[in-house]
């Protein structure tokens, strides 16, 4: 190259040190922007979290309020109450508790209480009582048993064109019969300021719009201008649709024909399952430059959140931190040329001072000559070097000073390129140093990501703490780490998880899990009432807890606390051996991870009440399922328990008169006997028929009962189940009892006890069915419990037997083992019958080797006396004017023909209106009716308005019930107006004499 020596000095000084130094500032810069982007974006899609948390929770609070009202017992009370007979105080206590709900809450618009047509009947807004609003989605899912949110909709004009969210509970009858609903209205502008919390918390211009199934903005928080707009182009179908429904008031369609693309957000929001990663599309808002966003469905409605913000303002610091960055090289660069040009000059200086000396002298002798090998500064030089050969000498003085000279000036440039080399290490050190606080930065960020993922996995609180214990001693250096749950009212900490590689440090200390740690006044204290607490050495904190650490060889402490919604609920202990151990990047990562922890330990909390909710619930169906049927049971045995009685009531009463006669022989006597006591127990049965669906008396009426001859009555009773029908099948069963004497008697119900043994002596045959043995025995003991002992009554067969699952569910109703013979009642009533006695039954048995039932009752210390025998002799009225009136042709028959045994005069009536016309044709004659019996249920007129025309016409006639509910009637309080007496089907002729006595002598007397 023929460049100048100059030129050379610089180009080599430029390529040897500046060219490296723009590489690695470049490579530098591209690393740099790549982090910083990754950075952004995961703060993005963070953001995106936090917000979709946030309106699910703000659903959650107002759909769980609108739940809990629905369920006030005030609310079921006004709508089953009929309008006629609704107290005003009912209407006015719930007004009452409306207006609370919407005063105790600011962005309550109104509460309202609707029908079972969509109408309003009570609101906080009264122009809305008596409006329909079925036309609305969200009451159509109301009317359809179903709670939930609306979306978001304007109301009509006459209410102020308001966007309003709407929050709907049903109300259910016990019949689970929708009744109405209950709605909460609540300002929409209360859900957008929840979402503008969220502005710019990823960056500059960062925003959130929410979108609803149809792609529909429904809230943004930077531009109201675009809400109601959809993001994409809606179907005719689908704007029509939304007309009708007068969503957005009038402007419906104005909004929905002018959408607002932006294709990325409308797709994401109408699909099932949006994709949840990362997006980039032209913004709106943004004059459709390129922005990222990400999208979050909520869990509590179909909507979806995105949180968006522009390619530049994720770019901004990017570019900023790359201008800073080229600067800076730059001005370096401008440096080593500026100081490498003063260098080359100053270096070449003395030689082209020389060149032009020797120059000069040259010129003087033109004879001397030096060969030129180069056309250069050098080759000049030697020149004169060859022309001033002889005047070295002299001129060696000269060439010295020079030469110290150029030295001086060479040291000073080397100093002053020192200097620089030392600025270039300073910062290239200071970039370092940032770079590991940055990457140590994020290696926490990532560990908080991958700790607060591991406990939203769990399901347990020990569980969350030994993930966080864990995970910080193999990722951080922490040589103690502890978790404890503070008690508020014993102000103590509770160690519950300690790590694993603490666990001889907390063996030292005393601090293994369950141990106790009392509350002094240093640093605890503060982090109970909340605050984070560092102590870089703990060797020079005079207090008990840190004292006891130190004991231990640790020297720093971390303290965070666990907090939900400002209250401490545990505290996070970490300490490590040297001083100092925590910088404030790990003091603030042990903060976010304490409240990460404490976030998803509450969750934890929720998610258990409600496990225990749900199983709550379950039991509580389970239960009022099984009650259901048994109601259904009893309604449809109560039914018939009617007829029934009506057909038993003529056998009863001619039983009665067949043994009044005075010819018959002992065997048809006890015949009759056994009939008579059959009628009764059936009767007694049906009675009790309705005990599956209603609660039995508190107080039986007992008596005394003698278990023996009870037993022996059993035997007579079933003959033809054990003995008869067995041998038409060529089978044998072979009854025994084993009847202890002298056993005393007990207090009961004879005809229930009666039952309970006949049911379990039919189980006993049932259970042969190729014969065998069946025995009846009573047994006296002696026990601790009871001072007079108790008596058992056992009946055992030799049948198949039952297995250990059988034996335990025997008991349930509706179990049975018989297939479709089987009702699954009979020991049920069995048991129900023994509770009733305060009695205990017990159940032998094993597969293959028969059955034994086992009931003992406490001998109690006196025997009730039978008042009924102790009585007087019995009055007998005779010669009465009685009208009978009954639907039954039967029973009047025989009703006519046992009264007439008494010598009175009857007259039968077949319905009401037959009955009241004859007695007003009787009531103005010589001899009027002295009674009236009159049955309940009766076509066209029944027993109530017959005693009520006969009493309008005769005020003092005794007006007698003969019905099949009487037992139900008089124990319910349910006695209808104008009845003197009520008597039970079918009926006794001691009652009814006993009746006519005492209203005939009423009568005589008034």
Not at 36 to 65: C, M, P
Not at 366 to 382: F, M, P, S
Not at 570 to 586: K, T, Y
Not at 641 to 651: K, R, T, V
Request: proline fraction near 4%.
């Amino acid at each position: 190259m023929d460049w100048p020596l100059q030129a050379k000095v610089v180009f080599l000084v430029l390529f040897g040190s500046l060219i490296p130094l723009a590489v690695s500032a470049f490579i530098d810069i591209q690393s740099a922007r790549k982090d910083t982007l990754k950075h952004e974006l995961d703060l993005l899609q963070a953001r995106g979290d936090e917000i979709q948390n946030r309106v699910d929770t703000f659903n959650r609070g107002y759909l769980r309020s609108v739940q809990i009202l629905s369920s006030f017992p005030a609310i079921r009370e006004l709508f089953q109450t009929p309008p006629d007979k609704r107290n005003l105080n009912i209407t006015t206590h719930m007004r009452t508790i409306l207006e609370l709900y919407k005063a105790n809450d600011p962005h309550t618009r109104g509460v309202g209480i609707l029908d079972s047509t969509g109408t309003v009947k009570i609101a906080t807004e009264p122009l809305i009582e008596g409006v329909n609003y079925a036309y609305r989605p969200y009451v159509q899912a109301g009317l359809r048993g179903e709670g939930g949110i609306s979306d978001i909709y304007i109301t009509s004009a006459q209410f102020g064109n308001t966007p309003t969210i709407a929050y709907v509970s049903p109300v259910f009858g016990s019949d689970r019969k929708l009744l109405g609903m209950v709605v909460h209205w609540v300002w929409a502008d209360s859900l957008w300021d929840v979402m503008r919390e969220s502005n710019e918390k990823a960056g500059l211009d960062s925003s959130a719009v929410l979108l609803d199934h149809q792609g529909i903005r429904i809230g943004h928080t930077y531009s109201n201008d675009v809400v109601f707009r959809p993001a994409g182009k809606l179907s005719t179908a689908e704007i029509d649709s939304l007309v009708a429904q007068g969503r957005f008031g009038k402007s419906t369609r104005q909004y929905l024909e002018n959408p607002i693309l932006f294709p990325d957000i409308f797709e994401r929001a109408r699909v099932e399952t949006p994709d949840l990663g990362l997006f980039r599309g032209r913004a709106p808002l943004h004059s459709y430059q390129w922005s990222y966003g990400v999208a979050r469905r909520l869990q509590t409605v179909p909507w979806t959140v995105f949180y968006i913000i522009p390619q530049t303002s994720l770019e901004a610091p990017i570019i900023q931190m790359t201008r800073q960055k080229m600067a800076l090289a730059g001005t370096v660069m401008l440096i080593a040329i500026v100081a490498g040009a003063l260098f080359a000059t100053a270096l070449l200086k003395p030689v082209k001072e020389l060149s032009a000396a020797t120059q000069l002298i040259a010129d003087g002798d033109l004879t001397a000559r030096v060969k030129r090998n180069y056309r250069d500064e050098l080759g000049q030089l030697a020149d004169n070097f060859n022309v001033m050969a002889n005047q070295i000498e002299s001129q060696s003085l000269a060439l010295k000073q020079a030469r110290d000279t150029l030295e001086l000036r060479v040291e000073e440039r080397t100093s002053q390129l020192l200097d620089t080399a030392r600025q270039l290490q300073t910062e290239n050190t200071e970039r370092r140093l940032a770079e590991q606080k940055l990457e140590a930065h994020l290696g926490r960020l990532n560990l908080l990501h991958h700790i607060t993922r591991a406990i939203g996995e769990r399901q347990d609180l020990n569980s969350i703490f030994q993930v966080v214990v864990r995970t910080l001693e193999e990722q951080q250096p922490i040589d103690f780490c502890c978790l404890c749950l503070y008690d508020e009212i014993d102000r103590r900490l509770t160690v519950t998880c300690v790590g694993v590689r603490s666990i001889d440090i907390a063996l030292e200390l005393g601090m293994t899990e369950q141990s106790r740690i009392a509350i002094d006044e240093n640093g605890l204290s503060r982090c109970v009432r909340g605050q984070l607490v560092y102590e870089p050495d703990i060797r020079n904190v005079a207090f008990p807890f840190p004292q006891r650490l130190a004991k231990g060889g640790l020297c720093s402490l971390v303290a965070a606390p666990l907090m939900v919604e400002q209250k401490v609920f545990g505290v996070l202990i970490a300490a490590c051996r040297q001083p100092g151990g925590f910088d404030s990047g790990r003091c603030e990562f042990l903060q976010q991870l304490s409240q990460h922890v404490a976030l998803a330990s509450n969750q934890i909390q929720l998610y258990q009440a409600l496990q225990q909710a749900y199983e709550d619930l379950k039991q509580t169906q389970a239960a009022v399922m099984q009650q259901e049927r048994l109601r259904s049971l009893g309604q449809m045995a109560s039914g018939i328990a009617h007829d029934i009685n009506n057909g038993l009531s003529p056998i009863a009463l001619y039983t009665e008169m067949l043994m009044l006669n005075p010819e018959l022989d002992d065997q048809t006597r006890e015949h009759l006997q056994i009939v008579r006591r059959s009628v009764e127990d059936v009767a007694a049965t049906v009675a009790r028929l309705r005990e599956f669906y209603r609660e039995r008396e508190a107080q039986l009426e007992l008596a005394s009962v003698d278990l023996n001859q009870l037993a022996r009555q059993v035997v007579d009773l079933t003959r033809a189940r054990w003995h008869d029908m067995p041998q038409q099948r060529g089978i044998v069963i072979r009854v025994e009892t084993e009847l202890e004497p002298g056993l005393p008697a007990i207090m009961g119900v004879e005809s229930e006890l009666r039952e309970a043994l006949i049911n379990l002596v039919f189980n006993a045959a049932d259970a042969m069915p190729d014969g065998g043995n069946l025995t009846l025995r009573t047994r006296l003991q002696s026990s601790a419990i009871h001072p007079e002992g108790t008596v058992s009554i056992e009946i055992s067969d030799t049948g198949v037997g039952m297995d250990e699952d059988t034996r335990l569910h025997c008991f349930e109703p509706f179990f049975t083992t018989k297939g479709e013979r089987g009702t699954g009642l009979g020991l049920a009533m069995v048991y129900g019958i023994v509770q009733r006695h305060s009695a205990d039954i017990e159940i032998e048995s094993a597969k293959g080797t028969g059955t034994t039932v086992r009931l003992t009752f406490e001998v109690p210390s006196e025997v009730a006396i039978d008042h009924a025998s102790s009585l007087g002799p019995e009055i007998i009225p005779t010669h009465l004017h009685i009208l009978l009136i009954d639907d039954d042709p039967l029973l009047l028959k025989s009703l006519t023909d046992t009264l007439k045994l008494d010598h009175h005069r009857v007259e039968a009536a077949r319905g009401g209106c037959e009955g009241i016309d004859i007695f007003r044709s009787v009531l103005k004659s010589a001899d009027p009716f002295s009674v009236v019996i009159t049955d309940l249920g009766m076509p066209h007129i029944d027993g109530r308005q017959v005693a009520a025309s006969i009493k309008a016409l005769s005020p003092s006639t005794p007006v007698l019930l003969l019905t099949g509910w009487g037992q139900r009637l008089v124990s319910e309080g349910d006695i209808p107006p104008h009845i003197d007496r009520v008597l039970n089907k079918p009926p006794k002729m001691h009652e009814l004499r006993e009746a006519l006595a005492s209203f005939c002598a009423e009568v005589k007397e008034s």
